[in-house]
């Protein structure tokens, strides 16, 4: 049996910990430079910019789900994005990535989200396949673009004209 609950800031070691063992499957550990004051001031600060759902197993935490809203100017509603969905090995196959869509979804629903989106590694096939199976499916005309510390910096500071 497992449980779905929202994070609480007692939380964040265990979310960093999650979240390295994300970077790891997803061997992108070299990545990983947030901390847990990163964490603690942005999830639990005076201005949120993200949520965490915990799946919580009578042995300890399972796995997280952490997303956020964005906007849709289309659907001219808000949408929640997906950042990164984790269920650790020994829990896999369990419902517990399941449960945690599910969540997500009552939460769609009841902030009036038009969207629910994320987006996947082009090599993880189990993960693929499972969002198949809660009926996802890939935008793929859509590519996702990223400007990070370096080029926001140099954006931010061009001249104009």
């Known amino acids: 049996m497992h449980g779905i609950r929202f994070a609480q800031e007692a939380d964040v070691p265990e979310i960093f910990k999650l979240i390295r063992e994300l970077a790891a499957y997803e061997k992108l550990t070299h ?12 999830l639990f600060g005076s201005t949120r910019f993200a949520e965490v759902l915990l799946a919580e197993v009578p042995e300890g935490v399972a796995g997280f ?3 956020f809203h964005n906007f849709s100017t289309f659907v001219g509603r808000p949408g929640i994005y997906l950042e ?9 196959r369990r ?3 399941r449960s945690l869509f599910q969540r997500l979804a009552q939460i769609a629903i009841d902030r009036q989200c038009g969207r629910l989106e994320w ?3 082009d090599w993880n096939t189990p993960a693929w396949d499972f969002y198949r199976s809660l009926g996802a499916c890939p935008l793929t005309e859509w590519t996702i673009h990223r ?3 370096e080029s926001i910096r140099r954006l931010a500071q061009s001249t104009v004209g």
Do not use: H
Request: glycine share 10%.
């Open 31 to 42: 990545e990983v430079i947030a901390t847990e004051g990163d964490l603690r001031r942005y």
């Open 65 to 67: 789900a952490l997303f």
């Open 84 to 92: 990164d969905l984790f269920v650790r090995p020994a829990y896999r």
């Open 95 to 97: 419902g517990i990535g």
């Open 119 to 121: 987006a996947v590694l």
């Open 147 to 149: 400007l990070t510390d």
